[in-house]
Nanobody, 124 residues
Framework: QVQLVESGGGLVQAGGSLTLSCADS????????VGWFRQAPGKEREFVAV????????YYRDSVKGRFTVSRDNAKNTVHLQMSDRKLEDTAVYYC?????????????????WGQGTQVTVSS
């Protein structure tokens, strides 16, 4: 059973950096496409970034391109989301999710497995 756990959230000043991690204590995360999503208060959950299972192909939403980097650490069965140059609008609960297939800009409902989310707050 896949059990995703996010970590690394917290408070960061605008312009600062933060790295989130997604780990799986059940199956090998290396075999899944992993997506990052976020949900701000009163808004729908939105796609942030995705990384494929094998070649490590990545895609990002336009507003985070050049600021966020998604990567895999296969030895540790972990996926990271490095976030730099944080903006106030990046404040949200961030979720990692896993699925068997790969889409460049996946939808939230297409993912079978989800973590519990981690809060990221950007202050001015």
């Amino acid at each position: 059973q896949v059990q995703l756990v996010e970590s690394g959230g917290g408070l960061v000043q605008a312009g600062g950096s933060l790295t989130l991690s997604c780990a799986d204590s059940g199956l090998s995360l290396n075999r899944y496409t992993v997506g990052w999503f976020r949900q701000a208060p009163g808004k729908e959950r939105e796609f942030v970034a995705v990384i494929s299972s094998r070649a490590g192909v990545t895609y990002y939403r336009d507003s985070v391109k050049g600021r966020f980097t998604v990567s895999r650490d296969n030895a540790k069965n972990t996926v990271h989301l490095q976030m730099s140059d944080r903006k106030l609008e990046d404040t949200a609960v961030y979720y990692c999710a896993a699925k068997h297939t790969f889409d460049a800009y996946p939808s939230a409902p297409s993912h079978q497995y989800w973590g519990q989310g981690t809060q990221v707050t950007v202050s001015s």
